[in-house]
C-alpha cells in the first residue's frame, strides 16, 4: 500500500497420493491443536457484544503466545513433512527458482543501474555498468549484511549525475527501512543514515547535493511492529550532515495524511503527492526550486480524484488523473496560471481502456495501457498524438520505461504466466523492443497454454479469469485445481510468473486468476463496485468463479483450492466461510482477518478508506457481517486449511492470522487439519529470501499434493 513475480514428474510424482483427499482421514489420525491463550473478553460495537477469547495472541512477544506459536510450528511441520511428495516438490522448486533473475536497468549520468539474482541467491545483488566500462560491477550485495538473508534492499535513489546511491534496507521483511548512501565509483558509504522511513522514496535534487524524503518519528521502544503509524513529514537532507540536521519541508494538518515526493526531471518543481488512506485520491502540490523560499502551490488541494505527475516543460505540467475520466487521462495544466481552479487541456483523452501509466521519455509519451487485465504499449508524440504500438509476445504485464528527455532508447520488462520476466530494450523512433537479458528457465514453454475466459457474477456482472494449464488437458472434472484472486485496493491481477503456480500446473494441475472487482482492471467503476459497502461483490465474483470452474468440468470441489494474500487472504477467509461446500483446500497467507480490529495496528487505519471501519455504526454493519474471524461456523466440517503468516510483520500484525487459526480449529468439526505455518524473521513478503520462498512453496504445494489428490490418470 521508485526505482524503489518443462516437464512433468511422472506418475510416480504426481499430484495424487494412494488414498488421495484430505490430510487426516480418520479420528486417529486428527491433529490435537495446541491449547491457546484465552481471555474473558467482550467487546461492545453499538449494542452488538461480540466476544474476542483470543485477544492474548494479540501480543506476539508474550511467553504464552511464543509457546502456541512453538506448538501449531511444530504440529504443522510434523504435519507437511510427513507429505511424501514434500521431497520431490522441494527440488523441483530449487531446481525451477535456480535462474537469472533481472530488474529493469534505470539510467543516470550514463551509467546503467540495475539488479541480477543468479538463481538461488536469498537477495538479488545491485550492479553498475560505468560509463564506457565494457562489464558491470558489483555495487552493493545485500547477502553480506545477514547469515540468513533476511536483511532485503528495500528500494534505490539515484543522483542526477549518476554518482551518488541512496538506497534502503529492511530486516526480517518488516515495513520500517533505513536509508544509507553510497558513493558509486567507490562502491562506499558515505556515512549518511536515515531511520524510521516508511513508504517512501527519496527524490534528489538536480545538482545531486541531497535529497528530499518522508519520514516518521520514532516509535516505542517494543512497539516498533504493531504501534499505530501516523504524522508522516517531509524533510529534506544534505549529504554528509545528520538526520537530526534535517530541514523540516512540510507537515500536515491531519496526523493520517501521507506524502509521496519527487522532483520533476528537469529539477525545477518538487512535487508533493499528499493521500487520505489508501484510496489513492490525493492532493497535488508544487514548489518551484528555481525561486529561492517559493511557497507550495496548492495545484489540487481537495481528494475528489488521483493525480499522478508526468512531466513538466517550462511552466506547463503533464499529469495522468481520473477526474471526470473513471479509466483515466493524460492532461496538461500551467502552473503560471493565477486562476483559482486550474484549466486541464486533453492531451490523451479517456479511452475504452484504462490508462495504467505515462512515462516521458525521449521527447515522447510511451503509454501504458490495460485491457481486460493484460496491458498494452504505445508510443505517442508530446501533442498526444498517437504512434506506433510496441508488439508484445503474448497478454502479459509491462513495467519500467525510465529516461530522460535526450534518451533515444528505455527499457522495460515484460511477463506472462508463462513467460519469466524478460528486459527489453525499446528504440523510441521505431518502436521496436529487442531482448536485453533473457532468463533461461527449466521449463518448456510451449507444452502450456493460457485462456481467457469471462463469467458471470451474482448479479450478472461480467468478470474476467484466465486458466493456465498443460495443452491438451482433459475438462473431465478431475482436474486439480488453484483458485487466486485479491480483490481491492484498486490492484489488478494482471499475468506474472511464478514458479510456484508452474510447479503446481506441470504437475497436472489447472492455476485459475480472478480479476474481481475490488481492483482496476476496468477503472475507478470496478474498484468502488467491490469496496466499503460493497465488498460482498467481491465475495459474490469469487464464489461465481469456483461455480464456474465446476460447472464448466474444469474441477469439482474436492479438487478446487483457493489461494491468496493480505486482502487476498481476507478474501479467503470470508469466501471459505461462506460457501465451504465449494473447496477441498485453502491457503490463507497474511490475511485481515479481525475486520473489527484492523485499524489498531500499524498501517491499518490506512485500510478504512477501502473497508470502514467497526467504530462506525453504519460501516459496522456491513463489516461484521463478513469478517473472517467472526463468522467460522463452529461445529462445521471445514476442508483442509493452512494458514501462512509472519512473526514480523508489521502491516498485516500476525494477531489476524493467529486468532483466525485458533478459532478454527476450536470450531472445526470434520476431520481434515487446520495448520498454521508461522515464519520467524520475516514479513508481509518483500525482501523474503529465496530459501524462505522455496521453503514455503514447497509446503503449500505438498499440502495440497496431500488434500486434493491428482488428475484420473
Wanted: net charge positive.
Amino acid at each position: 500500500m521508485n526505482h524503489a513475480t518443462s516437464r512433468s514428474f511422472g506418475l510416480c510424482l504426481s499430484l495424487a497420493l494412494s488414498t488421495g483427499g484430505a490430510l487426516a482421514g480418520d479420528a486417529a489420525t486428527r491433529p490435537a491443536y495446541p491449547k491457546a491463550p484465552r481471555a474473558d473478553q467482550v467487546d461492545d460495537y453499538h449494542g452488538t457484544r461480540v466476544a474476542d477469547p483470543f485477544r492474548p495472541l494479540e501480543d506476539p512477544d508474550a511467553p504464552a503466545t511464543r509457546a502456541w506459536i512453538d506448538a501449531e510450528n511444530a504440529l504443522t511441520r510434523s504435519t507437511l513433512d510427513a507429505i511424501p511428495e514434500r521431497p520431490a516438490l522441494e527440488r523441483r522448486l530449487t531446481k525451477l527458482w535456480n535462474y537469472e533473475r533481472f530488474t529493469t536497468p534505470v539510467r543516470e549520468g550514463g551509467r546503467l543501474f540495475y539488479s541480477r539474482n543468479d538463481g538461488l541467491q536469498n537477495q538479488a545483488v545491485l550492479y553498475v555498468v560505468d560509463v564506457g566500462g565494457a562489464a558491470p560491477r558489483v555495487l552493493l550485495d545485500p547477502n553480506v549484511l545477514s547469515k540468513d538473508g533476511t536483511v532485503a534492499l528495500s528500494g534505490i535513489a539515484i543522483s542526477r549525475d549518476g554518482k551518488t546511491l541512496a538506497y534502503g534496507v529492511a530486516s526480517g521483511g518488516s515495513d520500517w527501512q533505513e536509508w544509507r548512501v553510497l558513493d558509486v565509483a567507490s562502491s562506499r558509504d558515505t556515512g549518511d543514515v536515515l531511520k524510521w522511513i516508511k513508504f517512501s522514496a527519496p527524490a534528489f535534487t538536480k545538482d545531486g547535493r541531497g535529497f528530499y524524503y518522508a519520514r516518521y518519528d520514532a516509535p516505542a521502544s517494543g512497539r516498533e511492529l504493531d504501534a499505530v503509524v501516523k504524522n508522516q513529514k517531509i524533510f529534506f537532507h544534505r549529504l554528509g550532515s545528520p538526520q537530526a540536521s534535517d530541514v523540516l519541508v512540510h507537515a500536515s494538518e491531519d496526523p493520517g495524511f501521507l506524502h509521496q515526493v519527487r522532483v520533476s526531471l528537469d529539477g525545477r518543481w518538487l512535487v508533493l503527492s499528499i493521500s487520505r488512506g489508501s484510496s489513492g485520491k490525493n492532493r497535488l502540490w508544487v514548489k518551484d526550486l528555481s525561486r529561492e523560499g517559493a511557497p507550495f502551490l496548492k495545484l489540487f488541494d481537495d481528494f475528489s480524484s488521483r493525480w499522478a505527475w508526468v512531466d513538466s516543460e517550462g511552466t506547463t505540467a503533464y499529469l495522468r488523473t481520473d477526474r471526470d475520466a473513471p479509466r483515466g487521462r493524460l492532461v496538461s495544466v500551467n502552473l503560471a496560471a493565477t486562476a483559482a481552479t486550474p484549466v486541464l487541456v486533453d492531451v490523451i483523452r479517456e479511452g475504452d481502456a484504462v490508462l495504467r501509466s505515462v512515462h516521458a521519455v525521449g521527447g515522447r509519451f510511451v503509454v501504458v495501457t490495460m485491457r481486460d487485465a493484460s496491458e498494452r504499449v504505445r508510443i505517442y508524440g508530446r501533442d498526444g498524438k498517437p504512434g506506433k504500438e510496441i508488439a508484445l509476445p503474448v497478454l502479459g504485464t509491462v513495467s519500467g520505461f525510465s529516461g530522460r528527455r535526450p534518451d533515444a532508447d528505455t527499457f522495460f520488462t515484460f511477463a506472462s504466466f508463462t513467460v519469466p520476466s524478460t528486459v527489453y530494450r525499446l528504440n523510441l523512433a521505431s518502436a521496436t523492443a529487442t531482448v536485453f537479458q533473457r532468463p533461461r528457465v527449466d521449463f518448456d514453454p510451449a507444452a502450456f497454454e493460457t485462456k481467457e475466459i469471462f463469467y458471470s457474477s451474482k448479479d450478472g456482472t461480467k468478470v474476467p479469469m484466465f486458466l493456465v494449464a498443460k495443452k491438451g488437458i482433459a475438462w473431465d472434472g478431475t482436474n486439480p485445481t488453484l483458485l487466486t484472486a485479491y480483490g481491492g485496493f484498486n490492484v489488478p491481477e494482471l499475468p506474472s510468473f511464478s514458479v510456484k503456480y508452474l510447479a503446481f500446473v506441470e504437475r497436472g494441475g489447472v492455476f485459475a486468476q480472478a480479476c474481481l472487482r475490488g481492483g482496476s482492471e476496468y477503472g475507478e467503476e470496478w474498484h468502488k463496485g467491490g469496496m466499503l459497502e460493497k465488498k460482498q461483490n467481491v465475495f459474490d465474483d469469487f464464489a461465481a468463479a469456483a461455480r464456474w470452474l465446476i460447472q464448466n468440468k474444469v474441477t469439482s470441489a474436492k479438487k478446487l483450492a483457493i489461494a491468496g494474500g493480505s486482502n487476498g487472504g481476507l478474501l479467503v477467509g470470508a469466501v471459505l466461510n461462506q460457501h465451504p461446500e465449494l473447496f477441498g483446500a485453502a491457503l490463507p497467507a497474511v490475511g485481515v482477518m479481525d475486520m473489527l480490529r484492523f485499524q489498531k495496528f500499524t498501517i491499518g487505519w490506512a485500510w478504512t478508506s477501502e473497508y470502514g471501519s467497526a467504530e462506525n455504526a453504519e460501516q459496522f454493519k456491513f463489516i461484521y457481517p463478513y469478517s473472517p474471524l467472526h463468522n467460522i461456523r463452529k461445529g462445521f466440517a471445514y476442508p483442509p486449511v493452512l494458514i501462512t503468516t509472519a512473526d514480523h510483520d508489521d502491516r498485516v500484525v500476525p494477531a489476524h492470522s493467529f486468532k483466525y487459526a485458533a478459532t478454527l480449529q476450536e470450531a472445526q468439526a470434520g476431520e481434515a487439519p487446520v495448520l498454521i505455518r508461522i515464519e520467524t524473521r520475516a514479513g508481509h513478503g518483500a525482501g523474503k529470501p529465496t530459501s524462505k520462498l522455496i521453503d514455503e512453496a514447497t509446503d503449500q504445494l505438498a499440502f495440497l499434493a496431500k488434500a486434493l489428490g491428482g488428475p484420473a490418470r
